[in-house]
């Protein structure tokens, strides 16, 4: 029996979209690439030649490639930032979508997505590759086979490495909350998903965040130390040197220069005019280098308490681990050494059982080179060229809004209050007439408390409606306003 191709369109050809491509070279597929939108010459080309691509199919922007329907399938893998605009149009052209992580960078976008996907019925699929790994799968069934019993708490530690930290984030050009997210969504989402996935939770709200910039600030700087690190005495020795961190690591040596193939030299010599040239204590970045997070999520049987913590100075790369506790026994998650461990709790009559340890393969093929994410790339791949996606939106907006939630709290720590996330699926309109933006805010986190998702105007009515009063919620009831008080907000 034949089975019917289909065509794939890539929108920006950077290192993400060359990895699950790659999956199509090392195996048959009925998904075959026939268009790339990709602003820079060198990707563009190397995506036509590994393809086959038609000159006429190979385009420099994404509003090119999305005039018409061109394929059956589009991978939108842009920055961050750049991810909202061509979703939206995607969702117009009735595509199926692969989008990568995060969806949007703030809530207004996600939730534009996530709308413009229920309007135009498509479906989206969102890059959460570590769910697709066998680790993590294997973790999951033991939780829900019972045999940790009803889980109470989970710690979790996201470590995100001090070199992968520097590189990525403090020594950003452009790096900024406000622009690309705060870091639990561009970073924490892999996790945030992973943990609300394998609880199976049904809602999550933020308690607590505390989090800072504790090293790279400018009174730890070295004593002497230059701001530029190509003219500077510890270039060779620092930890954090830009000569260290880009010339003598080829893997990152295209950060700072666009020669094909970069020798140390190349990229000693463009470094000089290089904003990757800053000293990592004397940048303008404002991402956070430690964060501790207490979220409540909500299964079937009951919350579960989760301690998460983001940490930038750890020497293992992105390696996950984590503690579940139950009323039954333990799991200990080691995604380093892909080991779980299973430690019965002893019972009343001192009987104590064996733990169980067992290794989980990755099962990435031997001749693959998918090995990223540990394995977890070549798996999540897998899943989308055999029609076996397992992360689409409706269950990857839970992650989002819980990663943007923990943004928040650490923003506005003195004023956060928690608040559920299914929220975000039950609107009011809400006609605020007041200019004061404190007040404003107010009467917004109030209703999101009160567990709604107000759409706020600003437009008066001849009849002169109050500030907070909506349409479909009397906000002005005795118990609603007596509630808003009681939090301490401002209020009519």
Not at 119 to 134: A, D, F, G, S, W
Not at 271 to 296: F, G, M
Not at 323 to 330: N, Y
Not at 461 to 489: F, R
């Amino acid at each position: 029996m034949n089975i019917a191709q289909r065509t794939v369109l890539i929108i920006g050809y950077g290192s993400r979209a060359t990895t699950y491509t790659t999956y199509l070279i090392e195996n048959p597929s009925r998904y075959r690439v026939i268009a790339v939108a990709e602003p820079n010459e060198d990707r563009r080309k190397n995506c036509q030649t590994r393809f086959g691509i038609v000159d006429e199919y190979c385009y420099t922007s994404w509003e090119q490639a999305l005039e018409t329907k061109i394929a059956d399938l589009v991978f939108i893998t842009t920055l961050d930032h750049q991810h909202i605009q061509p979703t939206l149009r995607a969702c117009q052209l009735k595509y199926d979508i692969v989008l990568e992580k995060p969806m949007g960078i703030n809530l207004d976008e996600c939730m534009q997505i996530y709308e413009a996907s229920k309007e135009h019925n498509t479906k989206i699929t969102l890059c959460h590759v570590m769910r697709y790994h066998p680790f993590y799968q294997k973790a999951k069934e033991i939780i829900a086979s019972g045999q940790l019993g009803k889980i109470l708490q989970v710690q979790w530690l996201q470590p995100i490495n001090w070199l992968h930290f520097v590189k990525s984030y403090v020594r950003h050009p452009t790096w900024s909350k406000n622009k690309y997210g705060p870091l639990p969504l561009t970073k924490g989402v892999h996790c945030l998903d992973l943990l609300y996935w394998m609880l199976d939770a049904n809602d999550a709200k933020v308690i607590s965040s505390v989090g800072d910039k504790a090293w790279f600030v400018a009174e730890n700087q070295p004593e002497g130390a230059s701001d530029r690190c190509t003219d500077c005495k510890y270039k060779y020795t620092c930890g954090a040197s830009a000569v260290q961190n880009y010339a003598k690591f080829e893997q990152y040596r295209n950060y700072v220069t666009n020669v094909k193939h970069p020798t140390e030299e190349d990229v000693l010599r463009d470094l000089e005019d290089s904003p990757y040239n800053q000293c990592a204590w004397k940048t303008s970045a404002d991402v956070h280098e430690r964060i501790t997070t207490i979220i409540k999520m909500y299964t079937q049987c009951g919350s579960v308490d989760v301690n998460y913590i983001m940490s930038a100075m750890h020497d293992d790369i992105c390696y996950r681990t984590a503690t579940l506790i139950g009323t039954k026994g333990r799991l200990d998650l080691c995604e380093k050494d892909s080991i779980l461990k299973i430690t019965p709790i002893m019972r009343g009559d001192g009987t104590i059982s064996t733990p169980k340890t067992l290794y989980v393969n990755p099962s990435v093929p031997n001749n693959s080179t998918m090995t990223g994410h540990s394995g977890a790339d070549y798996h999540f791949a897998d899943g989308v060229f055999n029609d076996n996606c397992q992360t689409f939106l409706e269950d990857s907006m839970a992650s989002h809004v819980i990663a943007l939630d923990i943004g928040d709290s650490l923003t506005n720590a003195f004023r956060w209050k928690p608040k559920k996330i299914s929220r975000i699926f039950n609107k009011v309109k809400v006609l605020v007439t007041t200019e004061d933006k404190e007040k404003l805010q107010g009467v917004v986190n109030a209703f999101e408390c009160l567990g709604y998702y107000p759409l706020v105007t600003g437009l008066p009515t001849e009849s002169g409606v109050l500030d907070g009063q909506s349409y479909g919620l009397n906000v002005t009831s005795p118990a609603t306003a007596a509630k808003i008080v009681e939090m301490g907000w401002y209020y009519g």
